[in-house]
């Protein structure tokens, strides 16, 4: 297996991640930078100075760029991030950009295409192994109530297959009750002692032969923590594990893994309110699709739609939907990963079926594509997703009131009201207060102010 190449020190500036991005889209289209300064008509010498941060960049020679990496606008995106810090802070420019603009995001060390996402406070993970996962760092992401009890775990003098297998097993099980009560529920409350206990294996002597296997196992168990933690809306908590996650896939030179946490990075960028961020993460997740199964990528598809949506671009928004269905319909039994069991034909269709609803309703648009995606996402769900159906259950409703159908909107918002009443999802309350918004012109019908009345006294209380 090739050596990986040196890191750039990316945090130096958002220019210099600029440059780090290049490199890694370079390297993965397997171009010399003379090859490519060949393609964009400038030396080779100025490519690598760029990657370097030595040389800026400008827009014209990003277009360039982005056209002969085929980097999708990815780098185009970026490059209009530093331009607008420069723009903000031009004394600053080679400050990280976590420090000038708190909705930023920068990369993680080298390896595979990896970033590092802020939206909250602005400040960045520190993703050095010794500082990241030692157990003393613990108290920075968990829950106020219990970061103080955070004690030194008993661990293995060194790591076997029995203690990856605990820690795998333990992220089922958070898994699981996520999905059936909600990020806010049990999960939060039980999630510190196992994560400080899993991070601490990665400083206990391993052999060589369980590395990518312990990275993997511990990654995935702070990626399922830190997609609870977002539902939860504990967005710092989320998006250092997600982070954390993300740097130990690449560890792991785990591909699967390193998807499904820029698929819940891009996802919770979105919701925050920073689809142009979200977008990238996503098409970042896409670099190397081949190495994906089409599960993963039409995942990574539906949060471009989710992020386009947002945007306000219905014809990105649909044509990325479109991506997403093309490659899930090739998708095979047997060829993902076990977490990836959860994305069935429901799941693809209460995904799509979201961020078609954000373009519903838009001039020229209709709301059947969410419409019926949505009630399939509810008819196909099975017990074991309460939040899923209860999402896109809360969904339909709201289309439906917006759309002038009350009475079938109050038929499928009672079953909707009846799972979130169960749950502890600081979404679902989200998107149930948009469902009372959406029901106060029909307030007058005895449908619609049951459902609102309901709203008020049992959801939001």
């Known amino acids: ?34 090859a490519l300064g060949a393609k964009v008509n400038v030396s080779g010498t100025l490519v690598e100075r760029i990657e370097k941060g030595e040389r800026s960049c400008n827009e014209s020679l990003t277009a360039r760029f982005d056209e002969a990496l085929d980097a999708g606008g990815a780098l185009n995106r970026l490059w209009r991030r530093v331009e607008e810090e420069a723009a903000v802070v031009p004394s600053d420019a080679d400050k990280t950009l976590a420090q000038t603009a708190p909705d930023g995001f920068r990369a993680a060390p080298a390896g595979m ?14 993703v050095n192994r010794r500082s990241f996962v030692a157990v003393s760092g613990l108290a920075a992401i968990a829950p106020g109530s219990v970061a103080g009890l955070v004690t030194e775990p008993s661990l293995p ?5 029995s203690d990856i297998a605990q820690v795998g097993a333990a992220a089922d099980t958070l898994a699981g009750w996520d999905n059936l009560f909600g990020g806010a529920g049990i999960v939060r409350s039980t999630w510190t002692g196992q994560l400080a206990w899993a991070k601490g294996l990665l400083n206990v002597p391993y052999p060589p032969s369980l590395e990518a296997s312990l990275f993997t196992a511990v990654g995935r168990l702070a990626v399922v923590i830190g997609a609870s933690a977002f539902d939860a809306y504990a967005h710092k908590e989320a998006e250092q594990l997600l982070n954390f996650g993300t740097w130990c896939a690449e560890q792991a030179n785990n591909w699967h893994l390193r998807a499904t946490a820029l698929n819940w990075r891009a996802r919770q960028a979105v919701w925050c309110g920073h689809p142009d961020v979200g977008l990238t993460l996503a098409d970042n997740g896409l670099v190397r699709s081949d190495r994906l199964t089409p599960r993963e990528q039409a995942m990574l598809h539906n949060a471009r739609a989710r992020a386009w949506a947002k945007m306000g671009r219905p014809q990105e928004t649909l044509t990325a939907i479109g991506q997403s269905d093309d490659v899930f319909s090739t998708a095979r039994k047997g060829e993902d990963v076990p977490w990836m069991a959860y994305y069935d034909d429901a799941q693809h269709h209460g995904d799509t079926g979201h961020a078609a609803f954000d373009i519903a309703l838009m001039p020229g648009q209709s709301p059947t594509t969410a419409r019926t995606r949505l009630q399939r996402a509810i008819d196909g769900h099975t017990g074991a997703y309460v939040r899923s159906r209860a999402l896109s259950g809360t969904k339909l409703a ?31 309350l989200t998107d149930v207060r948009d469902l009372a918004k959406a029901g106060a012109r029909y307030a007058r019908r005895p449908d619609v102010a049951e459902m609102r009345a309901r709203i008020r006294s049992t959801v939001l209380v």
């Open 398 to 428: 709201t289309l439906l009131m917006l759309a002038g159908e009350p009475q079938e909107a109050a038929v499928i918002a009672s079953r909707a009201l009846d799972e979130v009443g169960k749950l502890q999802s600081k979404r679902a």
């Open 157 to 161: 003098k060194s790591v076997r297959p």
């Open 113 to 126: 295409l990896v970033d590092e996402t802020t939206y909250s406070d602005g400040r960045p993970s520190d």
């Open 1 to 34: 297996m090739p050596q990986r190449p040196k890191p750039l020190d990316d945090t130096v500036s958002t220019r210099a991640w600029f440059g780090l991005e290049v490199r890694n889209w370079r390297r993965v289209r397997r171009l010399s930078s003379a």
